[in-house]
């Protein structure tokens, strides 16, 4: 789903009204029903709704959702945050047919019953703010979503909830927690990003009357990972097993037998066609016994049974017959590791996956990320990011990701809620799919063993990434409807692939 900013939709808005002609108030009017529409839903017969406005669009769209209310016989009361007298021109439109149906505005710093009306409300719109908010809500607008968030009532948003950034999805201090968001033409990475996503609820995307060819013509480097955006390619019927990647994991060290356990028997659900599997030689037998499908081979070790920088030799030889190698998890800490790491990615060129402790053998020397050999991969989560230097100080994680990616020309996957991959070119994917039931040491060397076994299949990195992130999020959701939340662990997620991928689009 492509995303927009709010000085791209404001353009958009412009040129509709400014050079089609199209009337401001005609696509208020429209956003309008469809916000009173959404709140209809949860209005019992003679039950009762509250509209809180501010005093740009955003409100004039909470004012045009009172007028449908009163044409449907809803009983409503709109409250005014703000100064009447600093209404957009659409807004008073939007007041003015309020005024005819007998509606009328009521100055909220003047209102005192205002708390007991909300708590026999069925509905409230939250028509405050809009995409252009950028300050933190004070005052009056900070009460009001206090009372919003307090009331019980089914909440529905206009556009964005207020107090979330859409640009960002950062919260300014507070914000409206939405049942529904009802946003329109185009969605905004603050409805995906989180905190700004846990607030908006169930979001819903509006036609208002910008016509189609304006609309997908928006020129975008964002985009949600919806379900119809993930697909696997279908198999010939003549292929082989070659003809589906060779996949190079060197992982694992003594104690540590469970990463590479779990990232090879992911890339093989994922449709690996072969997997081979680099072990220090401590743990070699172990890994042997744990794993049938995938192929462990032993590695020079040093005498804590982490591999050793001697081991560089045949993983550099296997990596050449690779298409895919994937470095990192459960490797552990070493001065000789991180020499190690380093020459694979100064020297190898085929596609490299960096995770775990693949990462921590950059940290402090980002710069080989820029002399990488081949295509580089990294999948840190929040901690490893800041580690690595990425700067998160800002609360804007898409920023955060984007600017490193550009900066070191790698593709980075920055774990966490609504996980963000970018791109070296500046796009990027939120993705939709994943909840707290992953929360469980070893989901990300499920994820980091998919990404393998899809590059090694040949789609596009961008592809190959952003289709096993909404995966490998989609079978953790599977997992957490089936087990609750509580008991999912990786290996369930590794279980539960064959599910997910095939309930994706073409899989």
Same mark, same amino acid.
């Given at each position: 789903?492509?995303?927009?900013?709010?000085?791209?939709?404001?353009?958009?808005?412009?040129?509709a009204?400014?050079?089609?002609?199209?009337?401001?108030?005609?696509?208020?009017? @429209?956003?309008?029903e469809?916000v %009173?529409? =959404? *709140?209809? #839903?949860?209005i019992k017969?003679? +039950?009762?709704?509250? &509209?809180?406005?501010?005093?740009?669009?955003?409100?004039?769209?909470?004012i045009?959702?009172?007028?449908?209310?009163?044409?449907?016989?809803?009983?409503?009361?709109v409250f005014?945050?703000?100064?009447?007298?600093?209404?957009?021109?659409d807004?008073r439109?939007m007041?003015?047919?309020?005024?005819?149906?007998g509606?009328k505005?009521?100055?909220?710093s003047?209102?005192?019953?205002?708390?007991?009306?909300?708590r026999?409300?069925?509905?409230?719109i939250?028509?405050?703010?809009?995409?252009?908010?950028? @300050?933190?809500?004070?005052?009056d %607008?900070? =009460? *009001?979503? #206090?009372?919003?968030?307090?009331? +019980?009532?089914?909440? &529905?948003?206009?556009?964005?909830?207020?107090?979330?950034?859409?640009?960002?999805?950062?919260v300014?201090?507070?914000?409206?927690?939405?049942d529904i968001?009802?946003?329109?033409?185009?969605?905004?990475?603050?409805?995906f990003?989180?905190?700004?996503?846990?607030?908006?609820?169930?979001?819903?995307?509006?036609?208002?009357?910008?016509?189609?060819?304006i609309?997908?013509?928006a020129v975008?480097?964002?985009?949600?990972?919806?379900?119809?955006?993930?697909s696997?390619?279908?198999?010939?019927?003549?292929s082989?097993?070659?003809?589906?990647?060779?996949?190079?994991?060197?992982?694992?060290?003594?104690?540590?037998?469970?990463?590479p356990a779990?990232?090879?028997r992911?890339?093989?659900?994922?449709?690996?066609?072969?997997?081979?599997?680099?072990?220090?030689?401590?743990?070699?037998?172990?890994?042997?016994?744990?794993?049938?499908?995938?192929?462990?081979?032993?590695?020079?070790?040093?005498?804590?049974?982490?591999?050793?920088?001697?081991?560089?030799?045949?993983?550099?030889?296997?990596?050449?017959?690779?298409?895919?190698?994937?470095?990192?998890?459960?490797?552990?800490?070493?001065?000789?590791?991180?020499e190690?790491?380093?020459s694979?990615?100064?020297?190898?060129?085929?596609?490299?996956?960096?995770?775990?402790?693949?990462?921590?053998?950059?940290?402090?020397?980002t710069?080989?990320?820029?002399?990488a050999?081949?295509?580089?991969?990294?999948?840190?989560?929040?901690?490893?990011?800041?580690?690595?230097?990425?700067?998160l100080?800002?609360?804007?994680?898409?920023?955060?990701?984007?600017t490193?990616?550009?900066?070191f020309?790698?593709?980075?996957?920055?774990?966490?809620?609504?996980?963000i991959?970018?791109?070296?070119?500046?796009t990027?994917?939120?993705?939709?799919?994943?909840?707290?039931?992953?929360?469980?040491?070893?989901?990300g060397?499920?994820?980091a063993?998919?990404?393998?076994?899809?590059?090694?299949?040949?789609?596009?990195?961008r592809?190959?990434?952003?289709?096993?992130?909404?995966i490998?999020?989609?079978?953790?959701?599977?997992?957490?409807?089936?087990?609750?939340?509580?008991?999912?662990?990786?290996g369930?997620?590794?279980?539960?692939?064959?599910?997910?991928?095939?309930?994706?689009?073409?899989?």
């Amino acid at each position: 789903m492509k995303l927009t900013n709010s000085v791209q939709m404001r353009e958009i808005d412009s040129y509709a009204i400014d050079d089609l002609g199209i009337p401001g108030s005609v696509l208020m009017r @429209s956003a309008a029903e469809h916000v %009173a529409e =959404a *709140a209809m #839903e949860s209005i019992k017969p003679g +039950g009762r709704a509250a &509209v809180f406005c501010g005093t740009g669009n955003n409100g004039g769209d909470g004012i045009g959702a009172a007028a449908c209310f009163i044409n449907r016989g809803v009983s409503v009361r709109v409250f005014l945050i703000g100064d009447e007298e600093k209404l957009t021109p659409d807004s008073r439109e939007m007041l003015r047919q309020l005024t005819v149906l007998g509606g009328k505005l009521e100055v909220f710093s003047e209102t005192v019953d205002i708390e007991s009306y909300l708590r026999g409300c069925d509905a409230i719109i939250d028509a405050i703010f809009g995409i252009g908010l950028n @300050s933190k809500l004070r005052g009056d %607008a900070l =009460a *009001a979503v #206090e009372m919003i968030n307090n009331s +019980g009532a089914v909440v &529905v948003s206009a556009d964005i909830p207020s107090g979330v950034q859409a640009d960002t999805g950062a919260v300014l201090g507070d914000a409206v927690i939405a049942d529904i968001t009802v946003t329109f033409s185009l969605a905004k990475p603050g409805h995906f990003v989180e905190p700004g996503c846990t607030r908006c609820g169930e979001l819903r995307v509006r036609d208002i009357g910008i016509p189609g060819d304006i609309i997908d013509g928006a020129v975008s480097y964002v985009y949600a990972v919806m379900h119809d955006d993930a697909s696997l390619k279908r198999r010939r019927l003549d292929s082989h097993k070659g003809d589906y990647g060779r996949c190079l994991i060197i992982s694992g060290s003594l104690g540590y037998t469970g990463a590479p356990a779990l990232a090879a028997r992911a890339s093989s659900r994922m449709g690996a066609g072969l997997v081979f599997l680099g072990v220090p030689e401590a743990i070699y037998n172990i890994m042997a016994v744990k794993l049938d499908e995938e192929m462990p081979f032993p590695l020079p070790a040093d005498k804590h049974g982490r591999l050793a920088a001697n081991a560089a030799g045949e993983i550099l030889h296997r990596a050449e017959q690779c298409d895919v190698c994937l470095i990192g998890p459960g490797l552990g800490r070493s001065p000789e590791i991180t020499e190690l790491v380093a020459s694979i990615i100064r020297i190898v060129k085929t596609p490299i996956i960096l995770d775990a402790d693949g990462l921590n053998a950059i940290i402090g020397k980002t710069e080989v990320l820029e002399k990488a050999a081949g295509p580089l991969i990294i999948t840190p989560h929040p901690g490893e990011f800041a580690r690595l230097g990425g700067d998160l100080s800002s609360g804007d994680r898409l920023r955060a990701a984007r600017t490193f990616a550009h900066k070191f020309g790698c593709v980075l996957v920055l774990k966490g809620h609504r996980t963000i991959t970018a791109l070296p070119d500046g796009t990027a994917f939120i993705n939709t799919t994943g909840g707290p039931a992953m929360a469980k040491g070893g989901s990300g060397d499920v994820l980091a063993g998919m990404i393998a076994a899809l590059i090694g299949q040949r789609y596009a990195i961008r592809d190959a990434v952003s289709t096993a992130v909404y995966i490998h999020g989609l079978a953790g959701d599977m997992c957490a409807a089936e087990f609750g939340e509580n008991s999912v662990t990786a290996g369930d997620i590794v279980a539960m692939l064959p599910r997910a991928a095939r309930s994706v689009a073409g899989g």
